[in-house]
């Protein structure tokens, strides 16, 4: 065994759900699905249904479905995420040509968080962090445009599609919305003696275009949970089906199972170089 092509449930569930959607179009998940994307996987009155948000299902379906063409659907799911994480390479690069950086500094800073963080890792696997990033770089682009009607509908769509990717960006993002909030929405003027606070009142109105990503996660959750208010996150884990368990023999409860084995090292090397499933080379 080389190793499994899915090695985090981070990536099996949500690839999980594109198998659901695209090969059974049902939006809960089949037995096996739920086996193998257990335990980020939640269970409802006989349903099994994916704890993640569905937005990052939704951007790699397209690329699934153009690489089952080739019977190819996983890799091709995988580029997705690998094109964002190329996408947030240029979008780093063009933020610091806007704060007045020069373009070699820029493109250092591009090419140190690319190749030299773990963002690199994540470029191979199917989970929110690159899209996360999108949507943060997005915004922050965003701020630099001219305050208008659009600019604000285009921040606002942004930042509340943001929320189908991962509920934890409403908090990652939240210091975003407050520079465009204390910058364009309210006003603040210091008198000598007194303070005059004015909030512009079209700009407050457009919030509501929240309730355009907020409604399509309402809906789909109407579908899994039957509740839009209902969220898998909250519901009991299904952790797995139980399997039938070898009896260890003496030799092996005997041995001393260490983290890091050096015997399996070289058989390691060739996973992470020339593995047909994850090998960097290939």
Known sequence: DAGQAFESSIARGRYALVLSLVESGRWDLSPDLAQFGSPDVARIGGKYISIFPPGVAFLV?????????????????????A?????????????GIKLKMSKNISLLASIIFTFASNALSYMVVISQHHVTTLFMLLTIHTLFLKKSVWKHIIFWLLYGASVLVDWPNIILMFPIVLYLVFTEIININLAPQRMKLAI????????????????????????TTGSPYLFGQVLPRFTGFEKVQK??????SAKRIVPFSVEKMPFGLFILLFGEERGVLF
Do not use: D, H
């Open 61 to 81: 379906m397209p690329f699934y479905l153009l690489g089952k063409l080739v019977n190819m659907g996983q890799l091709f799911s995988s580029y997705a995420i």
């Open 83 to 95: 094109l964002v994480g190329f996408v947030n390479f240029l979008l780093l690069y063009k933020l």
């Open 200 to 223: 512009t009142t079209w700009a407050f109105a457009l919030i509501v275009v929240l309730l355009v990503p907020v409604g399509i996660y309402g809906a789909y959750n109407i579908k």
């Open 247 to 252: 009896k260890a023999t003496e030799t092996f």
